[in-house]
């Protein structure tokens, strides 16, 4: 036997820990082999081999060694050079894989955000069909302007509606939240977000009312002196009402993007010092919108397209990255991506790594 020549026991462990290296390979996308493995951790200790000694040391056949060391030349890993093979650094190759991998899933976020705005068009499609096919009653078309309004911001609604419940009562006497919750229930009260006033809160008959809303999924905080009744959609269109109570008088109907930026803008500082309906908001909810947030963040989405595909303000979008950042304990935004996918932020359940507690 000559010098070169591998012995049986000498073979076991090499291929042993083949086979462990070609796990890690496969993650990676790669399909190597245990053989294939072993041919290239042999070349990488024993550069200056030729392919007899390549297959003796392996224990696999000439023919078997070549169509190994031919898979390591396609995967950039060896290079084929004067009728031998030497090893490349796999560090090069290896980055060309996993940015290939990255991009892969920059491509499925998109399209998981794409499937998700199509599947709420096709819900909000759904309720306006219904609520235009369900009858009406003879008052309806006197309905006031701004629930009007909100009627049709609800069913225009892709993402979040902001909303400004009335204080007071109408001209008959009753609460004037009451038909605007109404309007509210009739369509998909968990797609609005509402500022309700303390006033509306203290007085038993409408507390009631948004307490039954409220389980029906309408988000709902308390504010002491919360702006007029309004509507706000996303950054496109938004509806004034000009009378305290939302049910007399005219609304302002506003599709100047400034200006709709501005209404929501407000909203959301009334809604920094607002207090939670009846105690903090639900977990789910908040981990949800922070997930959803931190995703398209980790794909590399700037803060006004985050905001778009979630359906929330700059502002508010900018306020779960900043909050997300100081739990994560990140001084940069790339910083805050690498540690929220340790943590598991992103993963759609939710799981934990690294003790990390969920977003």
């Known amino acids: 036997m000559s010098a070169t020549t591998a012995t049986p026991g000498q073979r076991a462990p090499h291929r042993e820990r083949a086979a462990g290296t070609a796990h890690a390979f496969d993650r990676l996308g790669l399909r190597l082999r245990p053989v294939d493995v072993a041919v290239l951790e042999a070349l990488w200790e024993s550069p200056a081999s030729t392919l007899e000694q390549l297959a003796d040391r392996c224990g696999v056949s000439l023919a078997a060694a070549r169509g190994c060391l031919q898979t390591l030349v396609d995967l950039r890993l060896a290079l084929g050079e004067d009728g031998g093979y030497r090893a490349l650094d796999p560090e090069a190759s290896l980055n060309h894989v996993l940015a290939r991998m990255e991009s892969a899933l920059r491509d499925r976020h998109d399209t998981v955000a794409t499937a998700r705005e199509d599947a709420m068009r096709i819900v909000s499609s759904y309720h306006r069909r219904r609520s235009a096919a369900a009858p009406r009653p003879a008052q309806a078309a006197a309905r006031p302007p701004f629930l009007r309004r909100l009627a049709e911001l609800l ?202 507690a969920a977003p």
């Open 155 to 356: 069913d225009e609604a892709h993402g979040e509606v902001a909303l400004v419940l009335p204080a007071g009562r109408d001209a008959d006497g009753r609460p004037a939240v009451l038909p605007v919750l109404d309007v509210v229930l009739a369509r998909s009260p968990a797609s609005v977000r509402a500022l309700c006033p303390e006033a509306v809160a203290e007085r038993p008959d409408a507390r009631a009312a948004v307490e039954h809303a409220v389980a029906r999924g309408l988000r709902v905080h308390v504010h002491a002196h919360p702006p007029a009744p309004m509507a706000v959609l996303g950054t496109t269109s938004a509806c004034v009402a000009a009378a305290a109570t939302g049910t007399d008088g005219r609304a302002h109907v506003v599709d100047d993007a400034g200006v709709v930026a501005a209404l929501r803008e407000l909203f959301d500082r009334c809604l920094d010092t607002a207090r939670p309906w009846d105690g903090a908001e639900a977990p789910d909810e908040l981990a949800h919108l922070t997930r959803e947030v931190l995703r398209h963040l980790d794909a590399g989405h700037k803060d006004e397209v985050v905001a778009r595909r979630v359906g929330l303000s700059i502002r508010t979008t900018r306020r779960i990255v900043a909050d997300a950042a100081v739990r994560a304990g990140a001084q940069s935004r790339f910083q805050l991506g690498s540690r929220a996918a340790r943590l598991g932020w992103l993963d759609p359940d939710g799981a934990r790594r690294d003790d990390g």
